[in-house]
Structure formats: C-alpha cells, structure tokens
C-alpha cells in the first residue's frame, strides 16, 4: 500500500512537512505499515491506492465520504469523461476572468521542483502537476486525505496553497483560514477562490458564500496580507445557473424536462456576454466567485 504514495506526500513526510495533524509530531512508516508518530502513540492508515488517511475522526471521514453521493458521483472516471464532451464544456463554460487565471498561476511563480504546493479540496482535477489535492475523503485523484480546520503540515512548511469552492462548505470557516496562516512559510502564498451569488449545493453541506469584502476580511483577520482580489465569475453566470437551479427545483414534471432543454440552449447562447461584464469594476456586485491571493509577511 505504502509503496503506492505519491512520490511527492512521500517527500514531504519525510522532510516533516507532513505530520499529525493532533500533535503535529513527524510520522514515520512503522511495522504495521501504518504513518505513526515517534512514541506510537498515535498513528493513521494508508488506503490501498496509498492514500495517507490523516483525519483525526475516522468515523466522521467514513460519515463524510457515505453522505457526499454528489461529490462521489463526480469523482467517478465515468463522470469524469462525460465532462470533457464539448457540449458539456461548452454548458459549463463560466467565462472565469483573466486576472483571477493569472492570480492562480502567480502563487506558483519562483519555486522550484521541491517546494511544498497543496491544494485544498483538490481533486477529481489538479488545479497544477506541482499541488499535492488533499480532500476530507479518499475520493479519486485525491492524493491525501485530510480536514482544512487540522491540516496535516507542520508550521510554516507549505509553500503555495490552491483553494477553490472550499469555504462555503466549511463550517468554521475562520479556524481554517488561520490553519491556512500556520502552515504558510514567509513568503508563501494562498489563491483562493469562494462563492458569493451561488445556490445551495452541500457536498454534503454548504454554510456560507462571502461577498468580496467578507472574503477579505476573513484573511486578513487571520494574518494574512492580501495581495490581489477581485471577481474571478462574473453575473451572467450567476444567471444562467440560478434559473437552472430555480427550474430543477420549482418547475412542475414534465414541464420541467422542457424548460431545462430550453434554458440550457439559451444559457449557451448567452454565456459569453460574461466576457463583457466580468471585467467591470462592479462585477463584483453579482459575481458568481471572487478570488484572492493572500501572503504571509
């Protein structure tokens, strides 16, 4: 099992970047091929595709991975590839702004082949080959499986955090922003990217969406310096997925097969009024998302 690691959470346990997350000691294989702490005292499994499974509360992950049927039904390869038919792509096209795909690939910018980058929530994709996807369950493509309220690093040892879609489904949002401050080094970097105008979608729990100044304000009460923000998804998709949303919900059967055919249609045709808009400087007013990039001094 352990042999199965990604070669780089194997790296980082070993240099100590990764650790308990209830003690934050060093972990080490012991003969149990289990991640142990010195003493032994406490000490987590590996799942068979050579997941660390570094959760405090193993019968909350195991609650967690059960009552997430959406996020394990696009986790699946099946899934996976239906999304890359061009219809799909098309559908799904949020029109994200430049500024917000730059501000991503800038917290990457400088470091090297063994600098430490983990994205939070990450997965079924990877946001960069260089992240490491860490996700609250052992799902797909998820290289390392742990809680954002207790990451599993030790102070000061990440080098870039990627964090998209995450905070609306934490809930305590501000002990996971001043986790995100604890493991950052000096110099180090967080892209993050969170609802404002979203409809509920649990997976399987949705808390909270922020608007921009919240957004802010809640890493910068962590001790975080903000560096750059702004709308990353503008208004018309906001549109086009409330409508969707509405009908799936409210609209009466059959009537409700038609209307989506139909919105979706003109939702497709529509979308790219975004490149317009989202660029404004009030975008942020009915924007879909908002990004930041926030650094630790």
């Known amino acids: 099992m352990t042999d ?14 990764i650790v308990c997350p209830a003690s934050r000691q060093r972990l080490h294989l012991d003969a149990n091929r289990l991640l142990a ?3 032994g005292a406490i000490s987590y499994g590996v799942s068979a595709s050579g997941v660390p499974m570094l959760i405090t509360n193993a019968q909350l992950l195991e609650q967690y991975a059960r009552s997430s049927e959406q996020m394990n039904r696009e986790y699946t390869a099946q899934h996976l590839q239906s999304e890359q038919r061009w219809t799909t792509r098309i559908r799904r096209n949020d029109y994200r702004t430049r500024a917000s795909i730059l501000a991503a690939a800038a917290v990457l910018e400088g470091l090297d082949d063994g600098a430490a ?16 996807n860490l996700n609250i369950g052992p799902f797909p493509n998820v290289d390392l499986v742990g809680d954002a309220h207790q990451l599993p690093y030790a102070d000061a040892s990440v080098d870039a955090i990627h964090c998209e879609a995450v905070f609306e489904h934490l809930h305590s949002p501000v002990i996971a922003a001043a986790e995100i ?8 970097k967080a892209y993050i990217c969170t609802p404002f ?3 509920y979608h649990g997976y399987p729990h949705h808390y909270q969406n922020f608007t921009i100044t919240g957004h802010i304000k ?15 998804v503008g208004p018309v998709y906001v549109l086009r997925n409330m409508i969707a949303v509405f009908i799936a919900n409210y609209a009466p059967r059959p009537l409700n097969r038609i209307l989506r055919a139909g919105w979706s ?4 045709a529509i979308a790219p009024l975004d490149i ?15 990004f930041l990039v926030a650094g630790k001094a």
């Open 197 to 199: 105008l979203q409809a």
């Open 4 to 17: 199965r690691l990604h070669e780089a959470v194997r790296r980082q346990i070993e240099s100590g970047a």
């Open 37 to 39: 702490t010195p003493d």
């Open 265 to 268: 249609l003109l939702s497709m």
């Open 181 to 188: 401050f604890r493991v950052l080094k000096k110099g180090g």
């Open 218 to 232: 809640l890493f910068e009460d962590a001790g975080l310096r903000v560096l750059s923000s702004g709308t990353c």
């Open 276 to 290: 317009v808009l989202r660029d404004r400087p009030n975008a942020f007013v009915m924007a879909s998302t908002t």
């Open 117 to 132: 980058c983990v994205s939070i929530g990450g997965g079924p994709t990877r946001a960069d080959p260089r992240y490491i």
